[in-house]
């Protein structure tokens, strides 16, 4: 069973800093892209930023800047570097990855179960 499992949330004051992490585990063969999403009360979920498998990313133009995404494949790891956080920032944040479970199977799509961020002003 593939599960995503994020951690690296936490409360923090507006302009501080935090790193997400997000582990895939569970039978993969292969990961391709990944990205951060996220989800502030009464909105819709959003794209943050993604990086397919080559290494190269994407951004949502709110985090242009102060985030940085990457990742470790010999990990099954992605990370997310949120640099001067604003209160607007404050959502939950949701790992997503499109997995490759065996070889010459097609790829599926998995979230994390999210982890809370929290900006104070």
């Known amino acids: 069973q593939v599960q995503l499992v994020e951690s690296g949330g936490g409360l923090v004051q507006a302009g501080g800093s935090l790193r997400l992490s997000c582990v895939a585990s569970?039978?993969?063969?292969?990961?391709?892209?990944m990205g951060w999403y996220r989800q502030a009360p009464g909105k819709q979920r959003e794209l943050v930023a993604a990086t397919p498998r080559d290494g190269s990313t994407n951004y949502a133009d709110s985090v242009k800047g102060r985030f940085t995404i990457s990742r470790d494949n010999a990990k099954n790891t992605v990370y997310l570097q949120m640099n001067s956080l604003k209160p607007e920032d404050t959502a939950v944040y949701y790992c997503?990855?499109?997995?490759?479970?065996?070889?010459?199977?097609?790829?599926?799509?998995?979230w994390g179960q999210g982890t809370q961020v929290t900006v104070s002003s």
């Open positions: 569970g039978g993969i063969f292969r990961l391709n892209a």
């Open positions: 997503n990855a499109d997995i490759v479970r065996y070889i010459g199977s097609r790829e599926y799509n998995y």
